[in-house]
């Protein structure tokens, strides 16, 4: 017979094991639930609607993905339209969101990661460079992906996308498994946050003089995700 230590310890892993299996958007305990929006019940995600209140209309979102979108106007040259729950909420405990990424010739999605989900993004116009980096010690994977050609980012890698095409824009369209990925930008994070991180602490990680930092954190970091 397994000692009282012994179960205790199988015990221990196992809700170990439990807690990593629903860290994130775990599956749902019902068909659905549609976020309800207007209620002022906090909880991990959104409370649900009266599921009686719930019609077609909530499982639909004119979001005309088809449609380019104006590039002209992001200092990096790229427009992202996310569509997750804040924007669907028929997406609330369904763990799937969906983004369309437009490009400006030579445009940039910049360095970035979705803290909560993995993307799998498809070409839809053009020839993108992409590629995301693995924690220390930090391998590229990169590559140079066509129209119809899709790519796997494993959730919180650093990854960008950039249209190689000097007079033509690019389109993709991403698949990301939360229903609230979440986005930090690089540059803007270490950069543009509120208040600024010491000048001390980037010059020193950087090794670069301080009044560099300071110029940086003197720009304005644009938020290309809509």
């Known amino acids: 017979m397994a000692s009282s230590s012994s179960l205790f310890l ?22 659905f639930c549609v976020a309800d929006m207007n209620s002022p019940v906090r909880v991990n995600g959104f409370a649900c609607k009266d599921p009686m209140a719930v019609t077609p209309d909530d499982f639909f979102n004119a979001a005309m993905l088809d449609k380019p979108r104006d590039t002209m106007g992001s200092k990096v040259g790229s ?58 010690p930090n391998r590229l994977f990169s590559k140079v992906v066509k129209k119809g050609d899709v790519f796997v980012f494993p959730k919180a890698m650093i990854h960008f996308q950039m249209n190689l095409a000097h007079d033509k824009p690019a389109a993709a369209l991403s698949s990301l498994g939360s229903q609230n990925p979440g986005v930090i930008t690089i540059a803007n994070a270490v950069f543009g946050s509120e208040p600024p991180i010491s000048d001390d602490v980037l010059a020193k990680a950087f090794q670069v003089e301080k009044k560099l930092i300071d110029w940086l954190q003197s720009q304005f970091w644009e938020n290309n995700h809509y």
């Open 79 to 136: 427009n992202v339209t996310n569509i997750n729950v804040l924007e669907f909420p028929g997406l609330n405990t369904l763990g799937i969101s969906l983004a369309r990424i437009d490009y400006a010739p030579l445009g940039l999605n910049p360095p970035h990661i979705h803290p909560r989900a993995t993307e799998l993004l498809t070409v839809l116009e053009g020839t993108l460079y992409l590629g995301f980096v693995t924690s220390n």
């Open 10 to 31: 199988l015990a221990a892993l196992l809700a170990l094991a439990s807690w990593q299996a629903v860290a994130f958007d775990p599956s749902p305990l019902q068909d």
